[in-house]
């Protein structure tokens, strides 16, 4: 079985990505690791050429700054990395993901269990998104709890974005991917960098949406869709979080939630009575 893990990056100093951490996390896995660098205006990719790993296979590429459709630059640049893998999977993870050590054998145990089954196209991770703080979980269905972030490598798919894959079947129809459970979680961090970090972050991503960011000042949520962090964070991004990451944040009691976070609680209550799941799915499960 040969793995090939794969991202895309921009900036990723400037805008406050635990993106150097994220490729150590993942690179006991791989036997190659592609990355797009687009080209930027801080240290990223010299950052990246030091990583001590012959793994790595740095693509230096240029954005399409005119490209300004919901965010399918991403997807472009995810694509440039994907279609450069050799592997019979490839993991994609994105720049403020990371995975945990202890979970390295049971996703390598999972990747070679499905490898023989033609029916298994995807793997799907647990999220754990973390907000305002490594203190805090996002836990409403406003965030999506489990997404495929391996993929089969000879299967004909594309990504419209920079999150899920699309397969398409003989080139008139494309679906989810049919998928397995890894049995592991990704940690998300992304909403946990710093307060400045993640203004400059909104100021220059906003254009590739088709649109603008107001400052970012705070960071606020529903208190309801918050549960506190009582795990432990993966050994790779513990420095990252000590220097980089927002520490002080509490939820606040007196927030008045947004008319989407009060359909969100009544989907909660939903989930607990029934014993639903009602976050987004990009895939379907093999039963």
Request: glycine content about 6%; hydrophobic content about 40%; some cysteine.
């Amino acid at each position: 079985m040969k793995v090939s893990g794969f991202t895309f990056i921009r900036n990723g100093t400037l805008l406050g990505y635990p993106y150097v951490e994220s490729i150590r996390s993942v690179l006991p896995l791989c036997d190659e690791f592609i990355v797009a660098v687009g080209a930027g205006d801080d240290d990223t990719l010299a950052r990246i050429k030091a990583i001590d790993s012959d793994k790595i296979l740095i693509l230096e590429t240029r954005w399409n700054e005119n490209m300004q459709d919901r965010g399918f630059v991403y997807a472009q640049q995810k694509m440039i990395a994907h279609y450069n893998c050799s592997g019979d999977w490839a993991f994609y993870l994105e720049g403020d993901e990371v995975l945990h050590e202890d979970d390295i054998p049971a996703i390598r145990a999972s990747m070679e269990l499905h490898l023989p089954d033609s029916r298994i196209e995807a793997l799907v991770f647990d999220y754990r998104h973390f907000f305002g703080s490594p203190d805090w979980l996002a836990i409403s269905p406003g965030w999506y709890r489990h997404a495929p972030r391996i993929i089969r490598n000879t299967i004909r798919s594309w990504s419209p974005d920079g999150l899920f894959f699309v397969v398409m079947d003989k080139n008139k129809r494309g679906r989810y991917p049919r998928a397995a459970l890894a049995g592991a979680p990704i940690y998300h961090y992304g909403h946990v960098r710093r307060i400045a970090a993640m203004h400059e972050k909104n100021q220059r991503v906003g254009k590739y949406w088709g649109g603008s960011a107001d400052r970012f000042e705070a960071y606020r949520i529903d208190p309801q869709a918050l549960a506190p962090f009582t795990g432990n964070h993966p050994t790779a991004v513990l420095d990252w979080l000590a220097h980089e990451a927002e520490t002080h944040f509490s939820p606040d009691p007196t927030y008045q939630p947004s008319k989407r976070e009060r359909r969100h609680r009544w989907m909660m209550q939903l989930e607990r009575a029934f014993g639903l799941e009602l976050s987004k799915k990009h895939y379907t499960l093999v039963k």
